[in-house]
T-cell receptor
Framework: AQTVTQSQPEMSVQEAETVTLSCTYD???????LFWYKQPPSRQMILVIR??????QNATENRFSVNFQKAAKSFSLKISDSQLGDAAMYFC????????????FGTGTSLTVIP | DTGVSQNPRHKITKRGQNVTFRCDPI?????LYWYRQTLGQGPEFLTY????????KSRLLSDRFSAERPKGSFSTLEIQRTEQGDSAMYLC????????????FGPGTRLLVL
């Protein structure tokens, strides 16, 4: 089974600064999707950004961008101009190519934003 | 689009009782997923439906767990003979399927087994 590893249980960032959250994964597949999800305290999980493995270009969504290194099996999330509302648990997730039915999540990184 | 809804939001039960949770996905989504999330952990995949067909259930935690999606719309997750170790948040998510495989999560049902 695929595994997703988030080695940073907690991170903190000063408001308006930039922070990078790490994620590595283990797979023998060549086609898959990768996701970052955000789970604010006592609120539901929402998608931050997704990346298709066949795309070499790194995904970006406003202040959020990824650094996808397929050979290294690394998928980090960069949050620029951090805001207080960015404080949450962040989960990295993996899904196999279109025929895959299962998602694999990491253990999460708790991000604190310091005013 | 009202999002994914789950009921109840909280459930307290005594060990040995049966519990059933309901998930209403986003109406046009044909895929529905159930996860369990324990404190400090990421969601753990349990099972998955495409329309009314349960295509993956090998990850259900034991034979006490079962799920249905009878008409391809809402789904239920039942836990029989609950144990204290079943205490967790149970999350439901739906997606429109490939290629846009993004999942949309519900708020979850928090289960406490006494």
């Amino acid at each position: 089974a695929q595994t997703v590893t988030q080695s940073q249980p907690e991170m903190s960032v000063q408001e308006a600064e930039t922070v990078t959250l790490s994620c590595t994964y283990d797979t023998s597949e060549s086609d898959y999707y990768l996701f970052w999800y955000k789970q604010p305290p006592s609120r539901q999980m929402i998608l931050v950004i997704r990346q298709e493995a066949y795309k070499q270009q790194n995904a970006t969504e406003n202040r959020f961008s990824v650094n996808f290194q397929k050979a290294a099996k690394s998928f980090s999330l960069k949050i620029s101009d951090s805001q207080l509302g960015d404080a949450a648990m962040y989960f990295c997730a993996y899904r196999s190519a279109p025929t895959g039915n299962q998602f694999y999540f990491g253990t999460g990184t708790s991000l604190t934003v310091i005013p | 689009d009202t999002g994914v809804s789950q009921n109840p939001r909280h459930k307290i039960t005594k060990r040995g009782q049966n519990v059933t949770f309901r998930c209403d996905p986003i109406s046009e989504h044909n895929r529905l997923y159930w996860y369990r999330q324990t404190l400090g952990q990421g969601p753990e995949f349990l099972t998955y439906f495409q329309n009314e067909a349960q295509l993956e259930k090998s990850r259900l935690l034991s034979d006490r767990f079962s799920a249905e999606r009878p008409k391809g719309s809402f789904s239920t997750l039942e836990i029989q003979r609950t144990e204290q170790g079943d205490s967790a948040m149970y999350l439901c998510a739906s997606s429109p399927g490939v290629p846009q495989e993004t999942q949309y999560f519900g708020p979850g049902t928090r289960l406490l087994v006494l």
